[in-house]
């Protein structure tokens, strides 16, 4: 016989049923059926069970008796003739809902002791104790009731069904998606059977689903995640033992399920799987009480509030051992959000809440310190007193962590609440100067290293289980450039031909920005014919609407009022606030709180409008799902960007993906874009308390130069502050410069508050800004920006791009190259070549620096008249020959070009504070080895994070001070000066 002639299996469904059974087996439960019979025919003539019933009673009886040591044969018969009544039901949900108060409290029976009676309540499962409880699978349960039905899986507890389950196979041409067809059917057909049960699953060859009794096909989910002793690389093997086995099993049927009040009746709520595991995480840490805070990163639309939900409940049921009475303080940052999870306190009927309505109520609240769930917004802490928490055991959760932590606002609660545990929740992380999520959530580890997140749950892996939809990235290049730049340089020099160059720089650095350029009527004209096509070919005859993102309110202005030429203004709603001062174009679309409402009311429900133009408004927290594309003019990044793209990743029937059409070149890198570097969250470990001293030290140096000044809000003391500073300037702006950096390194710390120093720090901030304002040059700022708008307007179209300039390399032979040209010719070559070679070199290296700043001279020299072509020349190819002499410099050195600009750095400008080239040599080396050791420079903007560019700073000064004793190097401001060569050299 060969191998072809051996048995051979038909895959079938009974083929998935037995492995099942199998997987079920191995995490001890009781199963009948594996061998492939119908295992409910052997337990129900074991027990005698009329297909009628849907318990095991006698099963039930046995645990009863033993759980219960006051029940005696007559309680437990009267226990189960209750509990025979609450199967019969006139509605499923209800029904439901009942019988799972008995599951989880018990059923109520009357015992008599010492001659008289009283109540109590009968345990039907033993949840503190897991291992108590019989767990029994059996496949085929044949069930009689409205109509006979037979579910291939059912497990039951103590005899009690609590999940029941269908199975298809693929290779019999059926999928999970039939299988949930089929439960839904039974619940009609035999609801007496899901009176009891949690849960429903639905699974085939390769997939698994499992959703609430009651649950539409949208609602069953994945459970793809699991512990580490169930996971496995079977998939559909670790979702069923991650999900059933006993301990957690338990766990969801007493901690995790919700019934939410809703209008075509209630819905039962169980948990997502990074729900649960979240919701859990937190509860372990307070157990633990090894740290005291956590961030829980979860993907935009994965239900973060019912996980707060969850985990509040469950901590305020926690054994005493580990909690007594604990009060939870949820927060969020609007009082929209805050109305929101209201109605949904109050939908599921949460047992204990109150919702905080003024600062005074909040404060009230905690002083109370009650055990309940407090729903406040974090503005509400802004007037709080510091150390308010009456109940020690306080538990902070807040929503969207990323939003609110500027203003102090965060101090304040901290201050507020100096002893409580707090978690984070957020769909986008923040790392900026004044805002790191990670800094103020994760906690340090006993290793040192910073935690990443306590949990968290993915954009991909939300995609991969259909909670949101991909996003699709259109990058277009629909524009083509006109731009006459000899024209437009030239007018740009008469223009402000009686202002010096720096003058000059300034004035296109402030004015020639994108948005300016965004502005430019002929660019949005082009992008507008682009929308209207892309619209109305690809997503009006399919139902779906659009967005258009814009970079400022003037831009929304423009781009509403070219999109109404082609299209019914009843199409178009420009959702945008003008002040009175504003010009026409503005005013003409401002939209009040009320009509913005309407618009998102009419955008999701009505047939108009079918594109919303909006700069800053209804990019976080706007949920439609008829929002299938979003036209994109504005140049976000980070976290703004993700919430962006969550616009449009809201499922829809029919809906395949999002899309975003990108005029502004955003997606060059959107990996980046779309995740986070783990690594880019190490922390310095110096210790806080070092820190706030030297922020303590750094503010009393700050207030000497005020002394004597009242601190009072006054005009004359304000006058005088600023009086001391312009005597003081230099010290004052290094000073605060130094306490600035320092503050937001600690921000936020509750000791801020708690040992004065926020209130110093704020009244010297204060004086900084009107300092400041006192100092600005009095010159027209308002008519230079306008000029130089109208200059662009002139020299500027979008009609195409230019191709015909040539690209410079610098090298000798392309000196040769040009060494024919007429005088005047070779200098403008000359001088585009050398700007060319030193423009992305400038900032990586002094000597670099300074011969970029010698073009400059020179170009402005002979476009000025006072050189003479041919000296131009002559002094320009010096300069450039000097260049190349750098490079040949660093290579002769064998220094790279970080150790090459450090280098230069200390035997130039720091010479007197070094002994000599070799000294100099030896820190520059020690400082780029550190830095390629410590700073992580693998994702985008790594150099913009305010934390890196600390630590850079740290790392600097621990190897001049510490390593070569040398603080005047630190003192003179060499640390910042390597820093910033350091950035350019790597970034």
Known sequence: MTDDDEHIETPSEGGVEVSFLTWLDDLGWETYGHDGGEGAQVLDEEYDRDKSEVVYWDILKEKLLEFNEDVDEDAADDIISTLRRKLSHDNLM???????????????????????????????????????????????FRVRDRESIRPDINLFVNGIPIVTGELKSLAQGNNYRNAIDDLRDYEEDAPRLFVPVLMNFAADTLDFRYGAVGATKEFYEPWRDAPEEHQHENELRQSV???????????????????????????KIIPRYPQYYASEKIIQRVKEDEYDSGLVWHTQGSGKSYTMLYAARNLMELDSEYLRNPQVVVVVDT??????????????????????????????????????????????????????????????????????????????????????????????????????????????????????????????????????????????SVMDWDIDESALDEDFESSFSDLPIDRKEKIIEKYVTQTEISELRSRVEKIV??????????????????????????AAALYGEELMKYRDPQDVEVLITAQG?????????????????????????????????????????????????????????????????????????????????????????????????????????????????????ALDDLLEIFEGVPKVDSQEAVSEAVAKANEENRDFEQGYERAQDLYETIQPDKRLAERSLMERYKWLSRIHVAYRRTNREDTPEEDY?????????????????????????????????????????????????????????????????????????IVSQWRSGELPDPEAVEKLREVERRAIGVKEEIEENELNKAEHALFTLLTGEYEEYVSGEDEAREIAGEIVERFEDQINTSYEDWEKQSKIQKDIKKLVMVVVVKEYSNKALYDEGFTEKARDYLIENYA
């Open 94 to 140: 209800s029904a439901n809902r009942e019988f799972h108060k008995t599951l989880k409290k018990g059923m109520k029976y009357t015992k008599t002791e010492d001659g008289g009676s009283e109540s109590d309540y009968a345990a039907l499962i033993d949840f503190e104790n897991p291992e108590n409880n019989r767990y029994i699978a059996v496949n085929q």
């Open 785 to 857: 920006r306008e000029k130089t708008k109208e200059l662009i307007d002139d020299h500027v179209d979008v009609d195409e791009i230019r191709k015909d300039f040539p690209i410079y390399e610098i090298s000798e032979e392309h000196l040769e190259e040009v060494a024919d040209l007429e005088p005047k010719a070779q200098a403008t070559e000359v001088a585009h070549a050398t700007q060319d070679h030193l423009q992305p070199r400038r900032d990586k290296n002094p000597r670099y620096k300074r011969l970029s700043e010698r073009v400059n001279d």
């Open 529 to 554: 014919e682009d929308i209207v096509n892309h619209y109305e070919t690809k997503m009006e005859p399919n139902g779906w609407k659009g967005m258009v993102v814009t970079p400022s309110r003037k």
């Open 335 to 476: 009082d929209k959000l805050r109305t929101q999870m209201k109605n949904t306190l109050a939908k599921v009927d949460f047992t204990s809440y109150e919702v905080a309505e003024s600062m005074s109520d909040l404060q009230d609240l905690l002083e109370r310190g009650k055990g309940s769930l407090v729903l406040t917004t974090i503005q509400m802490f802004a007037d709080v007193d510091e150390d308010v928490q009456g109940n020690e055991e306080t538990i902070v959760m807040a929503d969207e962590a990323h939003r609110f932590m500027e203003k102090d606002l965060n101090t304040k609660m901290r201050a507020a609440l100096p002893d409580a545990y707090h978690f984070g929740f957020t769909g986008t992380p923040v790392r900026e100067r004044e805002r790191d999520t990670f800094k103020n959530y994760c906690p340090e580890l006993e290793s040192g290293a910073r935690e990443n997140y306590l949990h968290r749950y993915s954009i991909k892996e939300g995609i991969q289980d259909d909670l949101i939809l991909p996003v699709n990235f259109d990058i277009r």
């Open 241 to 267: 033992q991650a999900l059933f086995n006993h301990k957690d099993l338990l766990e969801i049927l007493h901690n995790y399920v919700f019934y939410e009040e809703k209008a075509g009746g209630d819905a």
């Open 581 to 697: 001062d504003d010009e026409k174009l503005l005013q003409q679309f401002h939209t009040s709180d009320e009509a913005k409402e309407t618009a998102v009311d009419d955008f999701k429900d009505e047939k108009q409008p079918k594109l919303l133009v909006v700069c800053d408004m209804l990019l976080t927290g706007f949920d439609a799902p008829v929002l299938k594309t979003m036209y994109l003019d504005r140049n976000l990044k980070n976290h703004k960007l993700l919430q962006a793209i969550a616009r449009t990743n809201r499922p829809a029937a029919g809906k395949n993906n999002g899309l975003i059409v990108d005029y502004a070149g955003v997606f060059e890198n959107i990996d980046d874009a779309l995740d986070y570097d783990e690594t880019v969250q190490k922390h310095a470990a110096r210790d806080a308390d070092e820190l706030l001293d030297d922020l303590e030290e």
